[in-house]
């Protein structure tokens, strides 16, 4: 495999990294506003982790642009393809299918705590 082509993907990677960030930051945001204006919770009956995606996950942001400099700077440092580089946007994709699996997941702790109603 050549050095554009691994560029081409360390890029591709990188994105999907990026978009999975940002859709963990909205779904959140937008659970959050729901179960605090829609449901009528209070945060201090949300989940830990469901406050803690609120707060944090806009640091996500940072990561494409982590793994996009680590892998540039591999491909910089040899003349030839990179087992480094192909690494690091497999950990990339990776990644990026733990954190939109993992907000979703998370975000279902809500529901499962509600208690049934009485019919």
Not at 58 to 68: E, G, I, V
Not at 85 to 104: K, S
Request: net charge positive; charged share 10%.
């Amino acid at each position: 495999m050549s050095r554009r082509a691994q560029l081409v993907r360390l890029v591709g990677s990188s994105l999907s990294l990026l978009v999975s960030a940002v859709f963990c930051q909205q779904f959140s945001s937008f659970q959050f506003n729901s179960l605090i204006h829609g449901a009528g919770f209070s945060p201090q009956e949300l989940p830990w982790l469901c406050l803690w995606l609120v707060r944090y996950s806009p640091a996500l942001m940072a990561l494409p642009l982590l793994f996009l400099w680590i892998g540039v700077a591999g491909l910089m440092k040899r003349d030839g393809p990179s087992g480094t580089v192909e690494l690091v946007a497999q950990i990339a994709l990776v990644l990026a299918l733990i954190i939109v699996v993992g907000c979703i997941l998370v975000w279902q702790l809500p529901y499962a705590s509600m208690p049934a109603e009485s019919f």
